[in-house]
């Protein structure tokens, strides 16, 4: 008897200690699991950028990254299009973003009219926009080259600070207490 109330606790506790190991910050995992709901699939080639593990797949002309550290947390977001093929680009973005950060439809559009990013994308920004939020830094960049948008967790580094210059102000929008806790 004393062996089987041995197993069972045993048993319990690897349960509890496996279901404690997904929480808590995003992966590259959640990440694809809510960008499939929103209907992207791709296939993710991994390799290493720095010190970080660079997940790459290819949305149509767009080419979506996950940054992820060591440890599996997700820290930055990027999607990249080039030359003048962005159609489609605002929904995909929308979409990562929305994935990445939890933000709701509304909130997206707020960041989004910061950095402006619409339907139509205009043919050159003139230089890199920023916007932050409580957790989260955007930059957003587009020329005749092409453009990206960047979405980088503050989360995971909080001393760290978005790089800008004396001159630059740097847009910061609050949701309020409805900003989602989890990344």
């Known amino acids: 008897m004393k062996k089987a109330i041995l197993l069972f606790i045993t048993i319990f506790l690897c349960l509890v200690s496996a279901s404690?190991?997904?929480?808590?910050?995003?992966?590259?995992?959640?990440?694809?699991?809510?960008m499939h709901k929103c209907g992207y699939r791709c296939v993710v080639e991994e390799t290493q950028s720095g010190e970080l593990i660079k997940e790459s797949c290819y949305v149509g002309n767009f080419k979506l990254s996950m940054f992820s550290e060591d440890n599996g947390r997700l820290v930055r977001v990027s999607v990249i299009y080039a030359g003048c093929e962005n159609a489609g680009f605002a929904e995909l973005a929308s979409a990562a973003v929305g994935a990445f950060c939890?933000?709701?439809?509304?909130?997206?559009?707020?960041?989004?009219?910061?950095l402006?990013?619409?339907?139509v994308l205009p043919q050159d920004s003139g230089d890199v926009l920023r916007c932050d939020t409580k957790w989260y830094g955007f930059s957003?960049?587009?020329?005749?080259?092409?453009?990206?948008l960047t979405v980088e967790s503050y989360r995971s580094r909080p001393a760290s600070a978005p790089d800008v210059t004396l001159n630059t102000t740097v847009p910061f929008i609050s949701f309020g207490s409805s900003e989602k806790s989890s990344s």
């Open 102 to 114: 939890g933000f709701d439809s509304k909130q997206v559009e707020s960041v989004f009219s910061v």
């Open 116 to 119: 402006g990013i619409g339907d």
């Open 20 to 34: 404690c190991m997904r929480m808590g910050e995003r992966d590259s995992l959640d990440f694809l699991s809510a």
């Open 140 to 148: 957003f960049s587009c020329d005749e080259v092409g453009g990206a």
